[in-house]
């Protein structure tokens, strides 16, 4: 009669089966790397330390241990080199470990929680890589996981494109500059479809806080200038874009955008005619925006009566000079 089978020998057989599990999942990611090779896409995990550089975080706090879908893990601290997007083993030299992990999970016990940090509605892995990695080759949908968050200015999710990374780190750049997000919490978000664009969105703001010094006689703070431009020029800007329903006839491009290209073109006009210009107000720039792409123009368009008026650089430099001029007599 055999002899039963121990539990070391019931170990050993998980382990024999984990590194089975572990050569399918280490052949099913090499494919995965040549695919996106070709494809021009990265198959590597994001980078923890880089999205909280880029994002500009600094708190953290601790939200206890929770369930997380796995699905929503697309980083690591430290090792977010040696697996794939979808957590997919790259290195041979993990073979020994993941089966021994991958026995583990098996086993009557479990797996412990592992550590994660959370972006947004995303997370990176701070301890725990081959768990994550495991428990997606046996079909998990969530893991146990202590769970520490960093609060972010913008949005962060699962599936972002390195574009939509780039576009929200220039944001959280902007927001950390003006402090939007501190005087006005509740802000329309500022989307724009190119990162660079925000610099130029900035250097609006600093001449909005140059004017207003110029109009009150003091120091103006650029958060201070920062809110009272959104009220007063950017929010109606948008409000009078969303009220004739612009971007319904625009499929690339935001509104955020629009605004940049409607001051732009204020400014082109009063160059050309300079105090004889006619067009002055968003409506007026919003009427031309709409003829030169071909799009309807809203009759009410043409009665509009907004009261958003931006200062071209044009204007401020004149202002500027004026400014100058009185200082010398």
Do not use: C
């Not at 997606?136 to 960093?150: D, F």
């Not at 006009?269 to 720039?285: L, Q």
Request: charged share 35%.
């Amino acid at each position: 009669m055999p002899d039963e089978p121990t539990d070391y020998d019931y170990k050993e057989l998980l382990r024999n089966e984990g590194l089975n599990r572990f050569d399918t999942a280490r052949s099913r990611a090499f494919w995965r790397e040549m695919i996106n090779l070709l494809r021009g896409k990265s198959a590597e995990l994001l980078s923890f330390e880089d999205i909280r550089t880029r994002l500009r975080l600094r708190q953290e706090s601790y939200k206890g241990l929770q369930e997380v879908p796995l699905d929503k893990i697309v980083g690591s601290v430290g090792r977010y080199r040696d697996f794939t997007r979808d957590f997919l083993p790259k290195k041979n030299e993990m073979k020994d470990r993941w089966s021994r992990v991958y026995a583990e999970a098996s086993g009557f016990q479990g797996l412990p929680p592992i550590e994660l940090y959370k972006i947004g509605d995303a997370y990176f892995v701070r301890d725990g890589n081959h768990r994550v990695s495991v428990a997606r080759q046996l079909g998990a949908k969530t893991i146990e996981a202590h769970v520490t968050e960093l609060p972010t200015r913008v949005e962060f999710t699962p599936g972002m494109s390195q574009e939509e990374i780039d576009l929200a780190a220039a944001y959280a750049a902007f927001l950390e500059e003006t402090g939007l997000d501190e005087t006005r919490p509740h802000h329309v978000s500022i989307r724009l479809s190119e990162p660079s664009r925000y610099n130029d969105l900035l250097g609006h703001v600093y001449l909005h806080q140059r004017i207003m010094e110029l109009q009150e006689g003091r120091e103006v703070l650029l958060k201070e200038a920062a809110a009272n431009w959104y009220d007063s020029v950017y929010r109606p800007a948008i409000t009078l874009i969303r009220k004739h329903h612009i971007m319904e006839n625009i499929d690339d491009r935001t509104e955020g955008d629009l605004y940049l290209w409607l001051v732009d073109h204020l400014r082109e006009v009063r160059e050309k005619y300079g105090e004889e210009a006619k067009t002055r107000k968003f409506s007026d720039a919003l009427v031309d925006f709409l003829h030169q792409h071909g799009l309807p123009i809203p009759r009410d368009l043409f009665t509009e009566r907004d009261d958003a008026v931006s200062i071209t650089d044009t204007q401020a430099m004149e202002m500027l000079k004026d400014e100058g001029d009185d200082d010398e007599n």
